[in-house]
């Protein structure tokens, strides 16, 4: 069985939800990770997740939204909200200067937030990074040797080697989406090819991100077969051993789902 580690079911019609769902189940997707992007949606994930065993959601502020409901949340807040059993980690959260939409330093303070969140509630981060590497390391690398601990995974990897390689060394997860099934990806392959084994986890993004042969149309859960299966050439492996390989690494990175 697959696990769709990073999804915005919030983003699909209520009707089409259901259908979406089962469409992963069928394809052999038999979890999955509804996130956040506002305190609004994170609560819509909580009620997503409420009501399906196999949904599981995430709860934070995206670096793109981190202006929109102000002020920045707090830790206490973002961590009052994973307080439900369904929610099993923080996020989305991060930083990202491609499209600005957020001042550096609101996105920093909310980045940190988010971290801090974490270490109170025992569970995972999970990392946008755009455009922001060296800042994305330094606050990861700083917030530790401040004392906070924290496990987290860097989503929808699209970064540079140098911060794979300073994600592997602090313990960090990553995670591919469709991106790692585009033609020109081929830097990317070269990264997931280094990637230990046993560090890996697979997602969508949908609606975003639809990987190859449905790139371009609109991304869902069931989808998560097509990464899996180019992760598996990258590491030589069949799509059951990276199946196997990637719900074993999810399980144990969101203990809270286990
Ligand atoms: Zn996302």
Redesign the pocket.
């Known amino acids: 069985m697959l696990i769709d580690s990073?999804?915005?079911l919030d983003y699909f019609s209520e009707d089409e939800r259901p259908l979406v769902i089962q469409r992963a189940k069928a394809a052999g997707v038999g979890q999955m990770v509804t996130?956040g992007?506002t305190l609004t949606q994170s609560r819509q994930a909580i009620a997503m997740a409420a009501v399906d065993a196999d949904v599981f959601a995430c709860v934070g502020v995206?670096p793109n939204h981190a202006a929109d409901e102000p002020p920045v949340p707090s830790p206490e807040v973002i961590a009052e909200l994973a307080a439900h059993p369904k929610v099993i980690g923080i996020g989305?959260s991060g930083l990202d200067y491609f499209y600005d939409k957020a001042p550096k330093d609101v996105q920093q303070a909310n980045f940190r937030a988010h971290i801090r969140a974490a270490a109170i509630c025992g569970l995972p981060l999970?990392i946008?990074a755009r455009d922001a590497d060296d800042d994305i390391a330094r606050i990861l690398a700083e917030e530790r040797a401040g004392g906070q601990k924290f496990d987290f995974l860097l989503?929808?990897f699209s970064s540079t080697r140098a911060l794979a390689e300073a994600a592997l060394a602090m313990g960090g997860y990553i995670s591919f989406s469709g991106i790692l099934t585009f033609p020109k990806s081929n830097e990317l392959r070269d990264i997931a090819a280094i990637v230990p084994l046993e560090r890996l986890l697979v997602?969508t993004?949908s609606p975003?991100l639809a990987p190859v042969p449905f790139r371009g149309k609109r991304n869902e859960p069931a989808h998560t077969v097509h990464t899996a299966r180019v992760l598996g050439e990258v590491k030589g492996l069949s799509p059951e051993m990276i199946a196997s390989v990637t719900t074993t690494n999810f399980r144990k990175l969101f203990g809270k789902a286990a």
């Open positions: 990073h999804c915005h996130i992007v995206h989305e999970a946008h989503h929808c997602e993004d975003y």
